[in-house]
């Protein structure tokens, strides 16, 4: 199989528990695009987070951020998608605003947040950048007024919260968005529809490329549908079962290089 694109999660896939990549998975993908292969980093990461990644790997990366709902090449957007800014009001009221748990909002570039605790500081210091401390009534009158909707939200609790919230909004129902978890204390809230296939399908379509000729790495809920549309789908040995299930490979963990050792075995890269 000749790929012409690699897709990669970041947080647990290409990044190791420290949030670095391993030096053994950076120079399988630095040789990957010596050879012509485009690296794309999709994942639940704003563009700020995303771009420290892109400047460890010390090359170019298409950067499908936000759960693949703001996909940039470059400093161009060529893909989003947007979810009801009602619906972003009905889940912080019903779901979050009495229990004293943030909502985290993600548009373009920007990340805002209701509160701050521990979770939105833990990112803040892992991805080295503060986010905007709104009122999300105030925010969801200005973005009325002037025709703006999220790209993404998340809430960040322990991941018996998480569990709980994902259940009662599965129950109450929400239109026009859908969930997935990201990581056991991260609940991804965005556009009904919207997925990292689809961002995978975008990717493919601006470089005239088909699914087929993929192959992508994940490890968690969210990537799912990003591993049925590629050609190859590597699940990273900590991945859960679920990612194990759909995928072609299972690959060595993310703090054991999985990703090289998959690259050496699909595309012959020592």
């Not at 470059?74 to 009602?86: D, M, T």
């Not at 979050?96 to 909002?105: G, K």
């Not at 990537?223 to 990612?243: R, S, Y």
Request: charged content about 30%; proline content about 5%; glycine content about 6%.
């Amino acid at each position: 199989m000749s790929y012409k694109l690699i897709c990669l999660d970041v947080d647990g896939t290409l990044l190791n528990d420290e949030k670095r990549v391993p030096e053994p998975v950076k120079e399988s993908l630095q040789k990957a695009h010596r050879m012509g292969i485009p690296i794309a980093l999709v994942t639940g990461r704003m563009p700020v987070a995303a771009e420290l990644v892109e400047k460890e790997l010390s090359i170019p990366c298409i950067k499908a951020c936000s759960a693949g709902t703001y996909i940039l090449q470059g400093e161009e957007c060529i893909h989003a998608r947007y979810l009801p800014l009602e619906a972003a009001q009905r889940i912080y009221e019903n779901f979050l605003a009495d229990e004293h748990l943030p909502l985290w909002i993600f548009r373009g570039r920007k990340w805002y947040v209701t509160s701050v605790d521990f979770y939105v500081e833990r990112e803040s210091r892992i991805i080295c950048h503060e986010p905007e401390l709104v009122d999300m009534e105030t925010l969801a009158r200005e973005w009325r007024i002037q025709g703006r909707e999220p790209n993404k939200l998340l809430i960040g609790a322990n991941p018996e919260t998480i569990c709980h919230i994902q259940e009662r909004m599965k129950v109450e129902g929400l239109s026009g968005v859908d969930m997935a978890r990201s990581a056991d204390i991260y609940l991804e809230i965005f556009p009904e529809g919207a997925t990292k296939g689809e961002a995978l399908e975008a990717i493919c379509k601006k470089l005239a490329i088909r699914p087929e000729e993929t192959i992508a790495f994940g490890d968690q809920e969210l990537d799912i549908p990003m591993l049925k549309k590629a050609g190859t789908a590597i699940a990273m040995g900590n991945a859960i079962q679920e990612v194990k299930e759909v995928a072609d490979f299972v690959t060595k963990s993310n703090n054991d290089a999985g990703i090289a050792f998959a690259l050496e075995r699909y595309l012959a890269i020592k």
